[in-house]
């Protein structure tokens, strides 16, 4: 009895053994194909200097949305396809203008209108400024000191804290609902510290919204330089004034579409594993981390399993979602479509974190999902993914958690992301190509695991 039952325990772990084997050459293949015969770099280039900024509800985005779609049936993908969207439509306008004035000393300031801002009118707006570092700080000002003022949120990202997305975290909801804090005290303009840890001189964009029954006030992104300038020219004189001036509209929403290439499963067809990015790019940079890399990449998965022969058992789809950046309109209809249509998804995976070099996965799922996806660590390890658990997922294959998707969010290092994050410097060049396809091909290796084992 013990030896039979030894016996079996023993034919269980050669099995085993085999079949981490048979995915570890695989895993090596796919690594292969991505760093020698990579196209994703290529296509980041064409798609952030052919195509550029993709706003939604641009020219640009409509290009980026033609141009993915024919990509896609040039790699000889089972189907591609569109979803119809109806997005939101910002339009910056003209160039803001933005100025301190210390007495008879006019000095001009970086900015940028952050997106879904109202316009400040053809004058602009120019008054004193409060300056705060939180809305605990600005409520205890209450409305005697801030009522006609333009209040400036200060609050730095924590250079302390190692992963910067948690910096950020901790410092985005001053550009989300600065506006909003201000106009309720009876602020008439908000102007927020850029979110990054860099000290220079690019405005970085960002959403923000207005919250219901208070007063739509024009706000914007001043540079790191030009929030550190205005500070201390406030700590010697507290009376200057800061002029803006900025022409934000928000015009009638606008068709878009998400844009999906799908390779057939070979046994199990219906059930899909997605592996996307977000097309969307705001409107001052060519999104070349934010979000062209996730796009190219995700593309790239399908087309280096193809290109190795993999018949996957199971759909995989790349999806290009629209509008993450200011409404994440594609993500939920995505999900909407997916649940309408009765279609089961057991996966999905985001890039959109940057074409860094990678570091792992986070995963949203049940204890036991994720204790089968960690178990994989050991072939992912020799390629550099070591930190795989818990964590985020993505913002556009959010919605899909609740149809019981488990979701993957590809993690590179975060170090340099918010250097470029929402800027005009956010182009090809901060791409390295070496990066993109370790990136690319890290994300392929773990769709090839969720195809083989599931979930
Ligand atoms: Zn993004």
Same mark, same amino acid.
């Given at each position: 009895?013990?030896?039979?039952?030894?016996?079996?325990?023993?034919?269980?772990?050669?099995?085993?053994?085999?079949?981490?084997?048979?995915?570890?050459?695989?895993?090596?293949?796919?690594?292969?194909?991505?760093?020698?015969?990579?196209?994703?770099?290529?296509?980041? @280039?064409?798609?952030?200097?052919?195509?550029? %900024?993709?706003?939604?509800?641009?020219?640009?985005?409509?290009?980026? +949305?033609?141009?993915?779609?024919?990509?896609?049936?040039?790699? &000889?993908?089972?189907?591609?396809?569109?979803?119809? +969207?109806?997005?939101?439509?910002?339009?910056?306008?003209?160039?803001?203008?933005?100025?301190?004035?210390?007495?008879?000393?006019?000095?001009? +300031?970086?900015?940028?209108?952050?997106?879904?801002?109202?316009?400040?009118?053809?004058?602009? +707006?120019?008054?004193?400024?409060?300056?705060?570092?939180?809305?605990?700080?600005?409520?205890?000002?209450?409305?005697?000191?801030?009522?006609?003022?333009?209040?400036?949120?200060?609050?730095?990202?924590? %250079?302390?804290?190692?992963?910067?997305?948690?910096?950020?975290?901790?410092?985005?909801?001053?550009?989300?609902?600065?506006?909003?804090?201000?106009?309720?005290?009876?602020?008439?303009?908000?102007?927020?510290?850029?979110?990054?840890?860099?000290?220079?001189?690019?405005?970085?964009?960002?959403?923000?919204?207005?919250?219901?029954?208070?007063?739509?006030?024009?706000?914007?992104?001043?540079?790191?330089?030009?929030?550190?300038?205005?500070?201390?020219?406030?700590?010697?004189? %507290?009376?200057?004034?800061?002029?803006?001036?900025?022409?934000?509209?928000?015009?009638?929403?606008?068709?878009?579409?998400?844009?999906?290439?799908?390779?057939?499963?070979?046994?199990? /067809?219906?059930?899909?594993?997605?592996?996307?990015?977000?097309?969307?790019?705001?409107?001052?940079?060519?999104?070349?981390?934010?979000?062209?890399?996730?796009?190219?990449?995700?593309?790239?998965?399908?087309?280096?399993?193809?290109?190795?022969?993999?018949?996957?058992?199971?759909?995989?789809?790349?999806?290009?979602?629209?509008?993450?950046?200011?409404?994440? @309109?594609?993500?939920?209809?995505?999900?909407?479509?997916?649940?309408?249509?009765?279609?089961?998804?057991?996966?999905?995976?985001?890039?959109?974190?940057?074409?860094?070099?990678?570091?792992?996965?986070?995963?949203?799922?049940?204890?036991?999902?994720?204790?089968?996806?960690?178990?994989?660590?050991?072939?992912?390890? /020799?390629?550099?993914?070591?930190?795989?658990?818990?964590?985020?997922? &993505?913002?556009?294959?959010?919605?899909?958690?609740?149809?019981?998707?488990?979701?993957?969010?590809?993690? /590179?290092?975060?170090?340099?992301?918010?250097?470029?994050?929402?800027?005009?410097?956010? @182009?090809?060049?901060?791409?390295?190509?070496?990066?993109?396809?370790?990136?690319?091909?890290?994300?392929?290796?773990?769709?090839?695991?969720?195809?083989?084992?599931?979930?």
């Amino acid at each position: 009895m013990m030896k039979k039952t030894l016996t079996l325990l023993l034919m269980l772990l050669v099995g085993y053994c085999r079949a981490q084997n048979a995915d570890s050459v695989t895993i090596r293949k796919i690594y292969n194909e991505a760093l020698s015969n990579g196209q994703s770099y290529e296509w980041l @280039r064409h798609l952030t200097k052919q195509i550029g %900024p993709r706003l939604s509800g641009s020219t640009g985005a409509q290009k980026a +949305v033609d141009w993915t779609k024919q990509l896609m049936e040039q790699q &000889g993908f089972d189907r591609v396809f569109l979803q119809d +969207v109806m997005v939101p439509h910002w339009v910056r306008g003209a160039k803001e203008e933005a100025y301190i004035r210390n007495g008879k000393q006019k000095t001009t +300031v970086p900015i940028a209108a952050l997106g879904g801002s109202v316009a400040t009118g053809p004058k602009g +707006v120019e008054a004193g400024v409060v300056e705060v570092k939180s809305f605990t700080e600005l409520r205890a000002l209450g409305a005697d000191k801030v009522k006609g003022k333009i209040v400036f949120f200060n609050r730095p990202m924590d %250079p302390t804290k190692i992963n910067t997305f948690e910096a950020y975290g901790g410092a985005v909801e001053q550009r989300a609902n600065g506006a909003t804090e201000a106009a309720k005290l009876g602020a008439i303009g908000a102007i927020v510290r850029s979110m990054t840890n860099v000290h220079d001189d690019n405005p970085h964009t960002g959403s923000m919204r207005y919250g219901t029954g208070v007063p739509l006030i024009p706000t914007a992104a001043i540079s790191t330089n030009g929030a550190d300038l205005l500070s201390k020219s406030l700590s010697e004189n %507290p009376n200057l004034t800061f002029y803006f001036k900025q022409n934000s509209e928000t015009l009638p929403d606008a068709k878009s579409y998400n844009v999906v290439g799908e390779i057939r499963g070979s046994e199990k /067809p219906d059930e899909i594993i997605v592996v996307g990015g977000h097309l969307d790019s705001w409107d001052l940079s060519e999104g070349a981390h934010d979000d062209g890399s996730g796009c190219v990449q995700s593309i790239e998965v399908l087309r280096i399993l193809k290109s190795l022969g993999i018949k996957p058992k199971r759909t995989i789809r790349a999806v290009m979602f629209m509008n993450e950046e200011n409404g994440l @309109r594609g993500g939920v209809q995505y999900a909407d479509l997916a649940k309408k249509n009765n279609e089961k998804h057991i996966a999905a995976v985001e890039s959109d974190n940057g074409g860094f070099t990678p570091r792992g996965f986070g995963i949203v799922g049940t204890p036991d999902q994720r204790a089968k996806a960690i178990a994989w660590k050991p072939l992912l390890a /020799p390629y550099g993914l070591t930190e795989i658990g818990p964590g985020g997922g &993505g913002a556009d294959i959010g919605p899909l958690a609740t149809l019981g998707t488990v979701l993957f969010g590809f993690k /590179p290092d975060t170090q340099r992301y918010f250097d470029y994050h929402h800027t005009a410097v956010d @182009r090809f060049e901060a791409v390295s190509q070496r990066e993109l396809e370790l990136g690319a091909a890290s994300m392929a290796a773990l769709v090839y695991l969720l195809d083989q084992h599931g979930l």
